[in-house]
């Protein structure tokens, strides 16, 4: 039965909607004292769950000696519901969709020739790395410094979807992975992404992409992260990295 009420929860269904619900297709019919007793939903509160039911079409009744008795609508009636629910899910997707673009002029329109910021945590690291991905086009040349493959390993999958981001707009990388790595070096060569393998066995990692600076680590419980925006530090990464690079 709990699994039931979770489903129907999800739905937008109340704990309360979903006990007369199931109470109503156990008894077929029923008026509100009955009602009360099976589902232990005091008198005072039934009339108004009873109302948000017939709101949702999940209940209709008909009226004997002035009395309502109500009945079940068919099953089927949740699949509309959710049904209904999907399309306000993607009217709302749709808004947020124009309220991010909406911002991003504002904070591009407001945003300093250069800042810092620090991230902490999995989620603050996934915060970091969309914002770099929304930064990408496809003039941009992204160099990564990697590290062993045990210090990387928790988020290869997110990882996996940034680089087929910047694979789908055609943005040019070049990656020096750790020699333990070579599966992921084949999976990541293609003719925009170069990859070098090395001996590597530091735990931060960092990268240059178009002008922010990016140093991270992610092998604690607590990862850390920096993002640098300032056309000098990435001058400055981009030099030292170019110079590894040709020694790889």
């Known amino acids: 039965m709990k699994e039931v009420t979770e489903l129907l929860s999800k739905i937008g269904l109340t704990g309360q909607e979903s006990k007369v619900y199931l109470a109503l297709l156990t008894l077929e019919e029923a008026q509100t004292g009955i009602l009360c007793k099976k589902t232990g939903i005091a008198s005072s509160n039934i009339y108004n769950v009873l109302e948000a039911l017939l709101d949702k079409g999940l209940i209709s009744y008909r009226v004997q000696n002035n009395i309502?008795?109500?009945?079940p609508s068919d099953p089927e009636m949740l699949n509309e519901l959710f049904i209904e629910k999907q399309k306000k899910l993607e009217q709302e997707r749709k808004e947020i969709k124009a309220l991010v673009s909406k911002l991003k002029v504002k904070r591009e329109q407001e945003s300093p020739?250069?800042?810092?910021?620090?991230?902490?945590?999995?989620?603050g690291i996934k915060g970091m790395w969309h914002e770099i991905n929304s930064s990408i086009t496809k003039d941009s040349e992204e160099r990564i410094y990697g590290t062993r493959k045990k210090a990387v390993e928790r988020l290869i999958g997110f990882y996996d979807e940034h680089h087929k981001l910047r694979n789908r707009i055609r943005a040019?990388?070049?990656i020096i992975l750790s020699e333990d790595?070579?599966?992921l070096a084949k999976k990541r060569e293609n003719k925009n992404?170069?990859?070098?393998?090395?001996?590597?066995?530091?735990?931060?990692e960092w990268s240059i992409v178009n002008d922010m600076v990016y140093v991270q680590y992610i092998v604690t419980k607590?990862?850390?992260?920096?993002?640098?925006?300032?056309?000098?530090?990435?001058n400055t990464f981009k030099a030292v990295f170019d110079k590894i690079w040709k020694s790889s």
């Open 113 to 123: 020739q250069y800042n810092y910021k620090y991230y902490e945590g999995v989620p």
């Open 172 to 174: 040019k990388a070049k």
């Open 193 to 204: 992404t170069q990859v070098k393998l090395t001996g590597l066995n530091n735990e931060a």
């Open 181 to 183: 790595m070579k599966d």
């Open 68 to 71: 309502r008795v109500y009945m």
């Open 222 to 234: 607590k990862p850390r992260a920096f993002l640098i925006k300032d056309k000098i530090f990435a």
